[in-house]
């Protein structure tokens, strides 16, 4: 039986904390304040409670490209390159076969698919179920959603299907707003892209930067918007986009290519997140990535 001696009593006042209220604050990220605990928790993985900011590693291309230049061996690729990222996004495929367990790193789950290159690429379908995300602790599922693509309405309704399994185990879903070749990248367009997603209850959302008015989407936009790395830049460029991107504000970047096709990938990696994190310049950045890159 337990010792009753050991409940509190009129002695033990200290220990219940007599005047001191409860702390309740409100959650660092934008929009996201309502959510339940098990799914501020995974936001938590993602996004830095410090900064406020996240650097994911996208190298889920070959879902739908094969075998992606520089991204041939995901596992020589990509396993140096993780200890230095927040979040991982990729397949689950790769993430089975080629990411070791014991590297304890939040995994952004890429949970629709179904095309090739070869077709016509807004023709998804969820190709992930919650449960196979839950068995692998995914942080969040992705979803790419085309806005003006040929099979619109399809996406959009894999996002709505994959946010309300989402809700129900308390998993974040990631938007991503594809661009099809005939949509022009400007504000207008990736503002209303971005919205959508929000409204169609995306806990955050991934977009390509523009050069003007991206702040205006970043405004427009409820939750929390990282920008995709795009196309291979040179560094120095790819660091001005992430510095420009984050001032404007997103809050965090998405890269792939920009990361592995780069000549000293772990170096740049490191200095896109002395920006994103650390507020460094894109010149002391690059600095610092040609440093690491000749040691």
């Known amino acids: 039986m337990a010792d009753v001696d050991g409940v509190g009593g009129e002695n033990d006042a200290a220990g219940f904390g007599i005047g001191i209220p409860v702390e309740t604050k409100p959650y660092f990220l934008k ?18 409670p410090e900064s406020g900011r996240t650097v994911m590693l996208a190298f889920d291309h070959g879902y739908f490209l094969g075998p992606t230049s520089k991204l041939e061996r995901i596992d020589l690729a990509i396993r140096p390159l993780a200890p230095f990222a927040d979040v991982l996004m990729c397949t689950r495929g790769a993430l089975r076969t080629c990411i070791p367990p014991t590297y304890n790193k939040a995994v952004s789950l890429r949970c629709t698919g179904g095309i090739s290159v070869l077709k016509e690429l807004s023709d998804e379908v969820i190709a992930v179920n919650i449960q196979d995300a839950v068995r692998l602790n995914a942080s969040a599922m992705a979803v790419q959603v085309h806005i003006g693509g040929v099979h619109e309405r399809n996406t959009i309704d894999n996002l709505v299907k994959i946010v309300d399994s989402g ?6 879903t990631l938007a991503v707003t594809a661009v099809g070749r005939d949509m022009v990248r400007d504000a207008r367009y990736l503002g209303l892209a971005t919205r959508i997603c929000a409204e169609m209850g995306a806990q955050f959302v991934k977009t390509y930067y523009c050069d003007e008015g991206f702040e205006k989407v970043t405004a427009g936009c409820p939750v ?13 460029d790819a660091l001005k986009m992430c510095r420009r991107a984050i001032d404007e504000g997103a809050l965090g970047v998405d890269m792939g290519r920009n990361i592995f096709q780069s000549d000293a990938p772990v170096a740049i990696l490191k200095a896109v997140r002395a920006v994103v994190h650390g507020g460094e310049t894109p010149e002391q950045a690059f600095e610092m990535y040609q440093t690491l890159k000749n040691e």
């Not at 918007?225 to 560094?235: H, N, S, T, Y």
């Open 167 to 172: 809700m129900q185990y308390g998993v974040p």
């Open 31 to 48: 929009g996201s304040n309502d959510l339940g605990w098990g799914m501020k928790d995974r936001m938590s993985r993602m996004f830095s």
């Open 224 to 236: 929390p918007i990282v920008i995709a790395g795009g196309k291979k830049l040179p560094e120095l």
